[in-house]
């Protein structure tokens, strides 16, 4: 099934209530909303092109183009959300670049746009309670920055870019008058506002930093950088001839305007309406524009004044004042032009000023003409001719012309031309026009008003009443199809009247409710009528009576059709439904898809059907009627369709709405083709013209033709008046010439004369100043000369002076060089002595650290070795001793087995002294890690030491450096003294105490086992071996104290090794730190004690004297515990170990 296709041809109507709604888009192309769509108008080829709105918008709020006008971005509402549609222009048919349609802010509706001047940046202001100020990077649907313009929810009105400044914006409203700077990622206030709020409507911006703004209380503000500048006061001007007839254009009302309660635009009514009775006076700036030479702005209704820049600072000066015309076609032309000033803009080569007014009027004004006529008023013209200010009630064509015809609400009836797509009449009544219908041969209207139906004749040139019918508030009326009849409705009756003879043929009564809309059938023997009770009516006009009739009370009706066979009823209404009716019943119900329909029209080849809807779309169909979504939805109006007709040839359709827009839509099927007549007649090009019309103006043009020849007599008359007075006056001029050339000539000699006279005195005072001066020349000249030969002699003298001083100074420069350069290699050359001094003690003390390093390293070497072979031998001395412990255990193992039955008691002793061999052997091991931790412990003392030494190195060094303060340095051998000698034989003495007790504590907790485990095997043999035990006991002591010795010798051994370290280290840090040329102080001195002839090699000798007796006193110990396991003890107590307590505190 193919889908009808509709192509918005052309549109009449304008969008007053839009914010920014008319703007340049070239020099010959302007952009304004017209409906639910952005129009693209061409000034001299009078096409258009449309830009649709979103689909499901409810209108457009506000418009912006950007300053590469490039794009256009329209605010709109869709299903109840806020929405911003970039177009970019450039591309034909315009395309969406961007929608912005998710927020993450609250917002209502978006009142005013605004691009940045490089056009990359989008502002946007939204309405109270909100009143926040979005700042976007629009092609990448960024957000930058988001602030609330006002927080007393008052309305805002404007905002815009700086012309020059990405970052700056400016917002106007009421009390509102704000510049935002973007920093930081926020849009911060830069001004403040100083004096009593306003209620600014508008602004500009003139420069980069200059703003003028408008008020409701005609004052206009210039800010520059947010500080005022300059202010002038505008007042309401008066047409001369308006000045008696004030009180009377008030009181009329012939362009009061009604809109609906449904209209969308009544939200946005702040702007427009006055303000107050006290006010009413005050003209309200409502646009400002910015051009080259200054600015215009609006004065009040129907006033535009151009003020431009004067020579003085900052200051402007109204230059020129425009006006809205009166338009005589009106029924008070004094009212005519009282219309308040929307939107002005300039065309981008400033030739033309556009202005768009609340009444939904486009005006243009040239420019040039304020410099062709500067002495009269001056006027805008229409851009093309008058529009519907108000919402459109009516519509209807007819067949013989095209035309169609419209009412409104702005009491006006019009007639439009869908070929020419222009206006061909139109006129304004006292009372409001509901409904109009054109006659067949398009040379009547009939047109229902609030008192009366009125048939009139469409003249020439003007639409003229010759018949009132008493129908009231006729909201429905028709003609036949033949032309012969009309219905007219009366609230719920229908009134049928003879077109010739004016009567009243028949009266359809039977609807309970209001009838909302009647039809012809083709042959015009049956009307179809349906009305708000739910009913739909079939009328047979023979008869007077219903034929058929459809009653759905739960639906309110509000459009009907009818097929070209007159079988089937259309019909729309409240219930989103469209019904398919037939004798009496409802063939088909189509839904609607949760919209309205409105209107509906067929076809006259009964092959489509079209539906308007209360959200102001356009559907088309094919018929029969889909019973699914298949039809074309388009884009059409801003309010709901009211009416829409098709032409005979269903070429075209006509659809009018709320909004005050006619919109012509082109047919076509699904290929684009466009639907063809079925028969080809050519419109009719009469017109009517009265009689009287045609005689008054023959009169007109006789009286005109014999002023002519009149005028042609008078000015023929005047130029030969004209010339006689002329020739007079010039032999007059000639004359008086004459005689003042006459007296000039007699002037001009005397003056000569005086001349010559004056010349020769002249010559003589002249001659006689010569001489004078010459005289005193020569004098001047002789003393002159003297002067200047005392002076030279005085600048010789003084030139031989300079050049003797000059000579005095180079040889003392000379001088003080020579003795600066000595003085300098002198101090080279101490410093580089001391320098070799320094390299050469720092070269010494390193070789002495090498040298220590190395004998600390060889030390170290030997300790490790020694005690690596100290231990070597004690692992081979017990292993040797466990394998001979092995060899007697097996060996009493098999003396065991020969005598197991004859010593059983002996059995069990050598099982004992087998158990006491495993413990001597478990003993023995932990003597052995008992004396690695010893060598452990030895060498971390050898390690303290050497920090020691070190640190008693460093002390030494700095206590050298008192050297030549003998008191200082006395403190600081005292000092050392207390801190190394006393305190290290403390530590000497308590650690060798320590490792006495830790030791006797080792060898108590040893006996003690031993003790314990032998008690026994001591009992019964204590008879046997007492003689031995004594013996052995006897020898333990000796031992015990032999050891006790050896370590008080090795105490004062320690000690003294410590005392020849400590003279050692001092000896040499007295030779690293000895100068020649001093004389060592006697307190530094060593002891007789300390000093020797080979230090080193005693120590070293003593320590190996001790290391032996050490070894040797081990392998004597190891000795004794091999008996004392071999032989039982005795039951005597061991005497104490000699330990020598010490109570020295620990070193610091």
């Not at 009838?515 to 009913?535: E, F, H, P, Q, Y």
Request: proline share 3%; hydrophobic share 30%; aromatic share 8%.
């Amino acid at each position: 099934m193919s889908v009808i296709v509709a192509q918005s041809l052309h549109i009449f109507g304008l969008r007053s209530r839009v914010a920014n709604n008319v703007c340049y888009f070239d020099e010959q192309i302007i952009i304004y909303p017209s409906g639910n769509s952005c129009v693209k108008y061409h000034l001299e080829q009078k096409w258009q092109k449309f830009i649709p709105g979103s689909e499901k918008s409810q209108g457009m709020l506000a418009l912006a183009m950007s300053p590469s006008r490039r794009y256009l971005a329209i605010s709109e509402t869709v299903q109840e959300k806020p929405t911003i549609t970039i177009y970019e222009l450039s591309s034909v048919p315009c395309k969406k670049r961007k929608v912005l349609s998710v927020f993450d802010f609250p917002v209502q509706e978006f009142v005013s746009l605004a691009f940045s001047p490089d056009s990359k940046y989008l502002v946007a202001q939204t309405g109270p309670p909100e009143s926040n100020l979005a700042y976007w990077m629009w092609e990448k649907q960024r957000t930058m920055a988001i602030v609330k313009a006002d927080i007393q929810n008052n309305p805002v009105y404007q905002v815009s870019f700086n012309p020059q400044d990405n970052t700056q914006v400016c917002i106007t409203g009421n009390g509102i008058f704000k510049l935002f700077r973007y920093t930081e990622g926020t849009l911060k206030q830069t001004n403040f506002q100083r004096g009593e709020p306003q209620n600014y409507l508008s602004h500009a911006w003139l420069t980069e930093d200059k703003v003028m703004v408008g008020t409701d209380t005609g004052k206009l503000f210039l800010f520059e950088s947010g500080d005022l500048r300059w202010e002038t006061s505008i007042e309401c001007k008066e047409r001369p001839s308006e000045v008696e007839k004030d009180e009377l254009a008030h009181e009329s009302e012939s362009l009061i305007e009604f809109p609906t309660a449904s209209s969308p635009d009544l939200s946005s009514e702040m702007l427009c309406e006055a303000v107050g009775q006290q006010q009413a006076s005050l003209p309200q700036i409502s646009a400002i524009a910015a051009y080259s030479k200054g600015f215009a702005c609006s004065a009040g209704p129907g006033v535009v004044l151009l003020f431009e820049k004067t020579e003085e600072k900052e200051g402007y000066r109204e230059n020129r004042e425009i006006r809205i015309p009166q338009d005589q076609r009106t029924s008070d032309p004094n009212q005519s032009d009282k219309q308040d000033v929307m939107c002005m803009c300039f065309s981008p080569s400033e030739e033309t000023l556009l202005i768009s007014t609340n009444k939904n009027q486009l005006y243009i004004f040239t420019m040039s003409s304020t410099e062709i006529i500067k002495g009269e008023p001056a006027h805008f013209e229409y851009l093309n001719f008058p529009l519907h200010s108000a919402a459109i009630t009516g519509l209807d064509i007819c067949i013989r012309k095209p035309l169609v015809a419209t009412c409104s609400l702005d009491r006006s009836v019009r007639i439009w031309n869908y070929e020419t797509n222009t206006l061909d009449l139109y006129k304004e009544y006292q009372e409001e026009a509901y409904a109009v219908s054109l006659h067949p041969t398009g040379l009547y209207v009939l047109a229902g008003f609030s008192d009366k139906l009125r048939l009139m004749n469409l003249l020439i040139d003007d639409i003229r009443t010759f018949k009132d019918f008493t129908v009231r508030g006729c909201r429905e009326c028709t003609f036949s199809n033949g032309g012969h009849l009309f219905a007219a409705v009366n609230g719920n009756v229908i009134h049928i009247y003879s077109t010739t003879s004016f009567e009243n043929v028949n009266n359809l009564k039977g609807h309970n409710g209001k009838v909302r809309s009647v039809i012809w059938s083709a042959d015009d023997n049956k009307l179809i009528s349906c009305g708000t009770d739910g009913a739909v009516y079939e009328w047979s006009l023979l008869t007077g009576k219903r034929e058929s009739e459809c009653v759905l009370k739960s639906c309110s009706y509000s459009g009907v059709a009818i097929s070209p066979d007159a079988k089937i009823i259309f019909a729309v209404g409240s219930d989103q439904t469209l019904k398919e009716i037939s004798d009496s019943s409802i063939l088909c119900e189509v839904p609607t898809f949760d919209v309205t329909y409105t209107a509906i029209v067929v076809s006259h080849s009964g092959r489509m059907v079209f539906t308007g809807t209360s959200m102001g779309t356009i559907r088309s169909m094919k018929y029969p009627l889909p019973v699914h979504k298949e039809f074309n939805e388009y884009q059409a109006h801003a309010g709901p369709v009211t009416k829409m007709s098709i032409t005979c040839d269903d070429q075209f359709l006509l659809t009018v709405s709320e909004d005050g827009c006619l919109l012509i839509w082109k047919v076509y099927d699904k290929e684009g083709r466009g639907l063809k007549r079925e028969k080809e007649v050519g419109y009719a090009d009469e017109v009517l013209i009265t009689k009287t019309d045609m005689e008054e103006k023959t009169q007109v043009m006789l009286e005109l033709k014999t002023r002519v020849e009149e005028l042609k007599m008078e000015n023929e008359y005047q130029l030969r008046l004209k010339d006689m007075n002329y020739n007079e006056k010039m032999k007059e001029l000639t004359e008086k010439f004459i005689q003042e050339m006459e007296s000039l000539k007699t002037k001009n000699q005397v003056l000569k004369a005086e001349k010559e006279k004056q010349e020769l005195q002249y010559q003589e005072q002249l001659s006689e100043l010569m001489e004078k001066q010459s005289r005193e020349v020569q004098d001047l000249e002789s003393g002159n000369n003297q002067k200047l030969l005392l002076e030279y002699e005085k600048y010789q003298e003084l030139q031989v002076k300079s050049q003797r001083m000059q000579e005095e100074y180079e040889k003392q420069l000379h001088d003080m060089e020579e003795t600066k350069n000595q003085a300098l290699e002198e101090l080279t050359e101490y410093y580089e002595a001391k320098l070799h001094e320094k390299t050469t003690l720092l070269e010494e003390a390193q070789d002495d650290a090498r040298q220590q390093l190395q004998e600390f390293e060889e030390t170290k070497k030997q300790i490790e070795e020694d005690e690596d072979r100290e231990i070597q031998e004690i692992k081979i001395k017990y292993e040797r001793r466990l394998r001979e412990e092995r060899e007697s255990n097996l060996r009493l193992k098999g003396e065991t087995g020969i005598m197991r039955k004859k010593m059983e008691g002996e059995l069990e002793r050598f099982h004992q002294q087998n158990m006491q061999l495993e413990l001597n052997i478990t003993e023995l091991r932990q003597k052995l890690k008992a004396t690695d931790r010893e060598m452990h412990k030895e060498q971390q003392k050898e390690r303290d030491m050497e920090a020691l030494v070190k640190r008693f190195k460093t002390d030494l060094h700095n206590c050298v450096g008192f050297i030549q303060e003998p008191k200082k340095l006395k403190e600081g051998i005292r000092e050392l003294y207390s801190k190394y000698v006393q305190q290290a034989d403390m530590v000497e003495i308590v650690g060798v105490d320590t490792d006495l007790q830790q030791e006797y504590t080792r060898q108590r907790e040893h006996l003690e086992r031993n003790l314990a485990t032998l008690k026994k095997k001591v009992v019964k043999e204590s008879e046997i071996h007492r003689a031995d035990n004594v013996r052995i006991m006897q020898e333990n002591v000796s031992l015990i104290k032999e050891i006790n010795e050896l370590r008080r010798e090795l105490k004062v051994t320690r000690t003294h090794v410590h005392d020849l370290q400590s003279a050692l280290g001092l000896n040499r840090k007295n030779k690293k730190q000895g100068i020649p040329d001093t004389v060592p102080s006697r307190e530094l001195l060593p002891s007789p004690s300390v000093l020797r002839l080979n230090v080193e090699e005693e120590t070293e000798r003593i320590i190996e004297m001790q290391r032996l007796e050490i070894k040797r006193l081990r392998d004597q110990i190891q000795g004794q515990e091999q008996a004392i396991a071999l032989r039982p003890l005795s039951g005597g107590r061991l005497p104490t170990l000699e330990i020598e307590s010490s109570h020295g505190t620990q070193p610091q």
